[in-house]
């Protein structure tokens, strides 16, 4: 197991309660939330999410799904709706019909999300690789799931990775206006001038 660093350890905490707070069973209109976590190959931001996720998950037993897609084996968004609606049906007995079209499985997972939260569930997606996401035509997938946990009947969280520090800036106008703008910046050990934003950890806006 990754040991973290004391600032990267308070990053996870300071993650886990936002997807924790997301998970709330008093969550009304509003909770569903995004980030991003930001930081050079070799930093820790997997284990960092990770353990967030995990953490969020213990906190809110029985009510909390999680979502893995990687940027490397998900980036085309009919793929990515496909392996998202797979996890959810495993992860809530739902049946999954695996010659779906890319509208079906959009309209499913919108669909279960809205269930969900009527039920006083929630579901966090982490999106492994933002910059390869975002590198897709019209950044389907991300404007697709960030309008989906943006809707009045969605309680969802979506967290994502990404080696750029520029990742956000990658991302559409109509993309960016449904992002939450949170950020949280990682370096390696001895990560000089970045290493006091990474400590200082999260920045809101973009």
Request: aromatic share 6%.
């Amino acid at each position: 197991t990754l040991r973290l660093r004391p600032p990267s350890a308070a990053l996870r905490a300071r993650l886990a309660g936002l997807l924790t707070r997301a998970a709330a069973l008093d969550g009304g209109p509003g909770a569903s939330t995004s980030a991003v976590v930001l930081g050079p190959r070799g930093c820790g931001k997997t284990a960092l999410v990770n353990g967030a996720v995990a953490d969020a998950v213990a906190a809110s037993p029985g009510r909390l799904g999680v979502v893995t897609l990687s940027g490397s084996l998900h980036s085309d968004e009919r793929v990515a709706f496909r392996e998202a609606a797979r996890q959810l049906c495993a992860q809530f007995g739902c049946a999954f019909v695996r010659g779906a079209s890319y509208e079906e499985n959009l309209a499913f997972v919108r669909a279960v999300l809205a269930e969900l939260r009527r039920g006083l569930k929630a579901v966090v997606f982490v999106l492994d690789g933002l910059d390869l996401f975002a590198a897709r035509p019209r950044q389907a997938l991300l404007y697709a799931l960030l309008d989906a946990i943006n809707a009045s009947d969605v309680q969802a969280a979506v967290v994502g990775c990404s080696s750029r520090y520029d990742a956000l800036d990658l991302l559409e106008k109509r993309v960016r206006s449904r992002f939450s703008g949170r950020r949280f910046l990682l370096t390696p050990p001895g990560g000089g001038a970045m290493a006091g934003r990474a400590a200082a950890g999260e920045l809101d806006g973009p």
